[in-house]
């Protein structure tokens, strides 16, 4: 079934409103052999008369027409949405991400300090300087690949960029393969393949015993990750990854992995905290990362120190670790001393790559703190959230926690909950709570399993929806607002990834890469908020992050709230379903099922 979406749009050259159509593509798919149904769709263009048919403003619209119109438009206050629906933004914004834009970026050039790069930083624009605007597919878009195929095949025009393949093709980062971008599995220091460089860092760890697994990683930070096959890799040893590269001349990086369906977001070490707390990863991974970690009184590496668990592991593969030449044997010069001055431990330098150990014992950094090697952090500053923080030139003390390996790790009670005031009982409660709800949930929805692969909870509490999608083929990001309380470290605890933001901005991540999106109690804690974060901004950043015939759940919503989404929804292609379910206090509530529209700029 094909419909049509007739608008209008305003030619800025002749000053006149014409008449462009959008091509909605609902469920116009064929059957793949070997990617399954629904991964491509097929649209008949339009004839010339049916456009003219369309021109007269009373004419009649047939099912699956709409009159949003294709308008570059900006946010105003007091904010405004067309009787027409939600503008359009032009085609060239396809992959509008607002905190990185390039043209925002440049007017702040002069401000920023360069030498430390900070230009590939969040800078948000204010709120009159938003795009106010349902950000388009690219031509050509198709519903994604299904995981796990897509791990290794992703369609060309759904990233149709050229550059990473032109630059890296050599390193088997990705082919072109005729409509599909082909992931061979390597990297810049692993062309041959991760699941061999895998293997050796396994030895390394363990030496020559055991593998990642059995040397105690489960959740690692890959910095500078490019395509994420490293990530991809990590999967069947039940590691989870968090990947993350800047916005930079690796032209969308993140958006490959995103599109793989890999985890991964934008973002860059500066000269703000990474959004993830802190002894939140067994393992840290820089394989040529272009991070300058020597430079500034190493506070970069004090940033990693601070997010790496005791006992955890960071893997260093780059030039200063086996090159004599250029000034590389000076950068391994001040890495030792900075690592030592941290109390590091260097446990193997083989084959191109170091490894350094954190251990779990204060004493060297009491020690090292006297002669003045190091200042040792204040403790209360691990329990602020770490969004937009600037980096602390310091060292915290270490925390020794055992934590059992996964998937017992997903039900362990620890001491971050007791911190909270959660106790064993309603941890219980809320972790047998979310399993109950996750089940009503895929019933409700009624998609195959591997139909949602990307997943983001934007109120993730405990963690407790991720952790009932555990045995399902999907990843989630956990998000935490920082306006709430500061679960994030229960999370990583609990064998999660997760980051902390605050939905009065835009998230660090290209359009289209969600395929479901959990919003329990969200709208209620941005109740009463200044402008920027009102219901109609978080449901456009929604829409912006969200898949064409992607999912989203709302509920833990006043009536009224719920009232306003389902008015609204319409204005934003959305269709929506309203259901009930129990609340964790078993009480009725409403569940709102929406789901965006699969539309095209034609």
């Known amino acids: 079934m094909v419909g049509i979406i007739n608008m209008r749009t305003f030619d800025w050259k002749a000053g006149q409103v014409i008449m462009v159509i959008l091509l909605v593509m609902i469920a116009s798919f064929y059957t793949g052999t070997l990617?399954?149904?629904?991964?491509?769709?097929l649209y008949a263009p339009p004839q010339q008369h049916n456009v003219q048919q369309q021109e007269a403003p009373d004419s009649p619209l047939g099912s699956g027409v709409f009159r949003n119109r294709v308008s570059l438009t900006y946010r105003t206050v007091p904010l405004s949405i067309p009787g027409t629906g939600m503008n359009i933004c032009p085609l060239t914004y396809n992959e509008y991400i607002p905190c990185h834009d390039l043209s925002y970026m440049k007017e702040l050039l002069s401000k920023l300090d360069l030498s430390r790069k900070e230009e590939l930083e969040r800078h948000c624009p204010p709120v009159n300087r938003r795009l106010f605007c349902l950000v388009p597919p690219p031509v050509d878009y198709k519903i994604p690949i299904r995981w796990p195929t897509s791990r290794d095949?992703?369609?060309?025009?759904?990233?149709n960029h050229s550059h990473l393949a032109e630059v890296k093709g050599g390193q088997n980062w990705v082919h072109e393969k005729d409509s599909l971008w082909w992931f061979p599995g390597g990297g810049t220091h692993f062309k041959h393949g991760a699941p061999e460089y895998i293997q050796r860092l396994g030895n390394m760890t363990t030496n020559e015993t055991g593998d990642l697994h059995s040397a105690g990683v489960f959740q690692v930070l890959d910095v500078g990750c490019g395509v994420a096959s490293f990530s991809a890799f990590l999967l069947p040893l039940n590691i989870q990854t968090m990947s993350f590269a800047p916005k930079d001349g690796h032209e969308n990086q993140i958006q490959f992995a995103l599109e793989r369906g890999i985890s991964a977001m934008v973002s860059a070490l500066s000269t703000k905290q990474l959004p993830?707390?802190?002894n939140a990863f067994e393992m840290v991974h820089c394989s040529r990362c272009r991070v300058d970690w020597h430079e500034n009184d190493g506070?970069?590496?004090?940033?990693?120190?601070?997010?790496?668990?005791?006992?955890?592991?960071?893997v260093y593969s780059a030039p200063p670790a086996y090159r004599k030449d250029k000034d590389f044997p000076l950068i391994w010069d001040k890495l030792m001393n900075l690592t030592t001055a941290m109390c590091w431990k260097l446990i193997a330098r083989q084959v191109q790559t170091a490894i350094w150990i954190k251990p779990d014992d204060n004493s060297c950094l009491h020690q090292n703190a006297q002669k003045n090697l190091i200042s040792i952090c204040d403790s209360t500053d691990d329990a602020t959230p770490s969004?937009?923080?600037?980096?602390?030139?310091?060292?915290s003390e270490r925390i020794s926690q055992k934590l059992p390996p996964k998937p017992q790790r997903l039900s362990e009670y620890t001491t971050s909950l007791d911190k909270l005031g959660i106790n064993r009982e309603k941890f219980l409660v809320d972790t047998i709570y979310w399993q109950d709800q996750v089940r009503h949930y895929w019933r409700m929805i009624g998609v195959e399993d591997k139909q949602i692969r990307n997943v983001m909870d934007m109120n993730a509490f405990l963690g407790g929806f991720a952790v009932a999608l555990n045995t399902w083929p999907v990843w989630v990001m956990n998000v935490v607002p920082v306006s709430t309380n500061n679960t994030l470290p229960a999370i990583y605890d609990r064998g999660l990834i997760g980051v902390s933001h605050d939905w009065c901005e835009p998230f660090s991540t290209y359009p289209r890469t969600y395929d479901l999106l959990h919003a329990n109690r969200l709208?209620?804690?941005y109740r009463n908020r200044k402008e920027g974060c009102l219901l109609e901004d978080i449901m456009l950043e929604m829409d912006r992050i969200l898949r064409p015939q992607g999912h989203i759940i709302i509920r833990g919503e006043d009536d009224t709230t719920i009232s306003r989404i389902v008015d609204l929804a319409p204005k934003y292609l959305w269709d929506?379903?309203?259901?009930?379910?129990?609340d964790d206090q078993k009480r009725m509530e409403a569940v709102l099922f929406c789901r965006k529209k699969f539309w095209a700029i034609v």
């Open 299 to 314: 506070i970069l590496i004090k940033e990693v120190d601070r997010i790496l668990r005791s006992n955890g592991y960071f």
């Open 35 to 41: 990617f399954g149904k629904d991964s491509s769709f």
């Open 523 to 525: 709208f209620s804690a």
């Open 576 to 582: 929506t379903r309203l259901n009930f379910l129990e």
């Open 387 to 395: 969004f937009q923080l600037p980096l602390r030139n310091c060292i």
């Open 153 to 159: 095949y992703v369609w060309r025009s759904n990233v």
């Open 276 to 278: 993830y707390p802190s």
